[in-house]
């Protein structure tokens, strides 16, 4: 396609779908703009990484466990290696994806990839949250069952405050709430 025929127009919305940017030109030049804006509003820089993070998830990103990666996504850069993150959504409506669920029972976690090779819906999901596994410590605070949790590499928290109050002790103090993790983006400027 002939990009100098096109007239692109990006828009960057928030989190309640008011749009907070749009940005016209070419195709290049309009994205690009569109990133920077969208940077500006979702994007925060961690200087010093925290050793637990809560992230919580809003309605709709809160309602299954499959967008609740979402959250743990945006959020593992400010984590601390060997620190915790933990996900904090109702999934009031479950796990989500039945598909999602079942292919990862069959998860071949060493590899990272599905015991039968063949990458399905719901792979990328699975193969990010199981390579954080090896760099942090995943959790989620929901009202599903713990097996659940567990099924899809999360360990289960059932006591928010017991989880925090265990963890936070004078050699790690730096716990971070990321409110609506679901739209906001820790960006890391620092080694850990």
Same mark, same amino acid.
Request: with cysteine; proline share 1%.
């Given at each position: 396609v002939n990009q100098d025929k096109l007239l692109s127009a990006q828009v960057v919305m928030d989190a309640?779908?008011?749009?907070?940017?749009?940005?016209?030109?070419? %195709? /290049?030049?309009?994205?690009?703009? #569109?990133?920077? &804006?969208?940077?500006?509003?979702?994007?925060? +820089?961690? !200087?010093?990484?925290?050793d637990v993070i809560l992230a919580e998830l809003r309605s709709p %990103? /809160?309602?299954?466990?499959?967008? #609740?990666q979402k &959250?743990?996504?945006?959020?593992?850069?400010? +984590?601390? !290696?060997?620190?915790?993150?933990?996900?904090?959504?109702?999934?009031?409506?479950?796990?989500?994806?039945q598909f999602f669920f079942d292919l990862a029972a069959g998860w071949d976690r060493e590899k990272n990839v599905p015991g039968d090779g063949i990458a399905r819906f719901g792979s990328h999901k699975l193969?990010?949250?199981?390579?954080?596994?090896?760099?942090?410590n995943v959790h989620l605070f929901s009202e599903l069952p713990g097996d659940f949790a567990r099924q899809v590499f999360y360990r289960p928290v059932d006591d928010l405050q017991a989880f925090v109050d265990a963890r936070l002790t004078p050699e790690t103090p730096r716990l971070a709430v990321v409110y609506d993790a679901g739209h906001t983006?820790?960006?890391?400027?620092?080694?850990s």
């Open positions: 309640h779908g008011h749009i907070i940017e749009m940005c016209c030109g070419a %195709l /290049d030049d309009a994205f690009a703009r #569109a990133v920077a &804006a969208a940077t500006t509003h979702y994007a925060h +820089v961690v !200087d010093q990484p925290y %990103l /809160d309602r299954n466990l499959y967008q #609740a &959250a743990l996504e945006n959020t593992q850069q400010g +984590v601390a !290696d060997g620190g915790s993150a933990v996900v904090v959504s109702a999934c009031e409506e479950g796990i989500g994806s193969s990010r949250v199981n390579a954080l596994t090896r760099r942090i983006v820790l960006e890391s400027r620092c080694v």
